[in-house]
């Protein structure tokens, strides 16, 4: 049974920096596409950053782009997202998602997703 678990976050002042991390019990380059989403209360879960494994390149929703970094260490099988001058708006459970199915693209739908981690929650103060 494949699993991906989420550490890393917390409750962080706006302006500042956190970092999220995803283990995952199989090898990570076996998937397709790896992604992290959020949602926060009473909104639907939204893509934030994604890359396929085998291909370059990475993508970022525009309300994060310059500001979050999608990384992946193939040693330890793990992808962590680099968040830099966080906003109160970043505030939200974050997952960790990964794909098998083969796309040319990054995938920024949930469904094109098929695990799914707990999430972990994000809190940004002022």
């Known amino acids: 049974q494949v699993q991906l678990v989420e550490s890393g976050g917390g409750l962080v002042q706006a302006g500042h920096s956190l970092r999220l991390t995803c283990a995952t019990s199989?090898?990570?380059?076996?998937?397709?596409?790896m992604g992290w989403f959020r949602q926060a209360p009473g909104k639907e879960r939204e893509f934030v950053a994604g890359?396929?494994?085998?291909?370059?390149?990475?993508r970022y929703a525009a309300s994060v782009e310059g500001r979050f970094t999608i990384s992946r260490d193939n040693a330890k099988d793990t992808v962590s997202l680099e968040m830099i001058n966080v906003k109160t708006e970043d505030t939200a459970v974050y997952y960790c998602?990964?794909?098998?199915?083969?796309?040319?693209?990054?995938?920024?739908?949930?469904?094109?997703?098929?695990?799914w981690g707990m999430g972990t929650q994000v809190t940004v103060s002022s």
């Open positions: 890359f396929n494994w085998n291909g370059g390149g990475t």
């Open positions: 998602a990964a794909a098998t199915n083969f796309r040319t693209s990054i995938p920024t739908s949930p469904d094109a997703y098929m695990y």
């Open positions: 199989r090898r990570a380059s076996g998937f397709v596409s």
